[in-house]
């Protein structure tokens, strides 16, 4: 099997500005590059488990009745199914993987 390797430099934006890194059949990776603050991202529920790491800024996740302040160096996991919702509160760079690969 052939390795697969993904440049972000080079990489396709998604229709919600996420750069689609590598997928496999049961995992992908996608980049949140320089995502501007906001406070209007609608609560979802997505049929995949996420989990993040965060390179550059800091963004609110909220989950359920709870919020997480989420900054450089910090990672976090939102369960499939599970409504949640961010506000970015600086400009926001991270990497997040999803299982089985969002759509």
């Known amino acids: ?41 609608p609560s979802a529920s997505r049929p995949y488990e996420t989990v993040g790491y965060v390179i550059a800024g800091r963004a609110e996740l909220v ?8 900054e450089p160096g910090d990672s976090w996991l939102v369960p499939a199914h599970a409504a949640h919702s961010y506000r970015i509160l600086e400009t926001f760079t991270a990497v997040e993987s999803t299982a089985p690969p969002a759509p």
């Open 63 to 70: 989950l359920g009745a709870e919020t997480a302040t989420l």
């Open 1 to 41: 099997m052939p390795i697969t390797k993904i440049s972000s430099r080079s990489a396709g934006e998604g229709p919600h500005g996420e750069i689609a890194l590598a997928r496999g059949e049961a995992v992908a990776l996608r980049m949140w590059r320089e995502e501007p603050p906001t406070t209007d991202k």
